[in-house]
């Protein structure tokens, strides 16, 4: 690769500097808190305890599954089929009651429904009565004004 120079004589100066006064930039300038230190202090044992046991619980498991397995590969013929059948029984009483919730709440809307629509009910009854009726004296006009004309003609 050929390297490029700048034109016109300039220099660019490279700072040079240690790698730990990089790293010393990076963190910040005073040190923690007494709360921040005693906070880590009461956690570090709390946090080791609840990994060992966390390792205690998968040692575990893993020994009851190497237990259970050579079990379930026998009694499987029974095991699937009861599975299944119970699968399908939590699953067909969890869809009912969705539905029975469904429903509940569908009349419980149309029936609010209904109790608004009463109140404004009249009103728009006595509306549809009175466009009724001038649409009726209009169309009697017209049908009025056509005989008039072809009686004339």
């Not at 893993?62 to 119970?86: W, Y």
């Not at 009910?121 to 509306?127: F, L, R, W």
Request: glycine share 10%; charged share 10%.
């Amino acid at each position: 690769m050929a390297e490029q120079h700048p034109r016109g004589g300039h220099q660019q100066q490279v700072q040079v500097s240690h790698p730990t006064e990089a790293i010393k930039s990076l963190l910040p300038q005073r040190g923690p808190s007494k709360s921040q230190v005693l906070a880590v202090v009461t956690l570090f044992p709390v946090g080791g305890a609840l990994l060992c046991l966390a390792g205690l619980i998968l040692a575990g498991t893993l020994t009851g599954l190497a237990l259970a397995t050579p079990v379930f590969l026998l009694f499987s013929p029974v095991l699937v089929p009861a599975a299944l059948t119970i699968a399908l029984a939590v699953t067909g009483f969890l869809t009912s009651g969705a539905f029975g919730i469904m429903a509940l709440s569908s009349l419980s809307w149309m029936i609010n429904y209904m109790r608004r629509m009463r109140g404004s009910a009249g009103e728009q009854m006595e509306h549809a009565k009175r466009r009724v009726q001038d649409t009726a004296g209009y169309m009697g006009q017209r049908v009025g004004q056509k005989i008039q004309e072809t009686a004339r003609t």
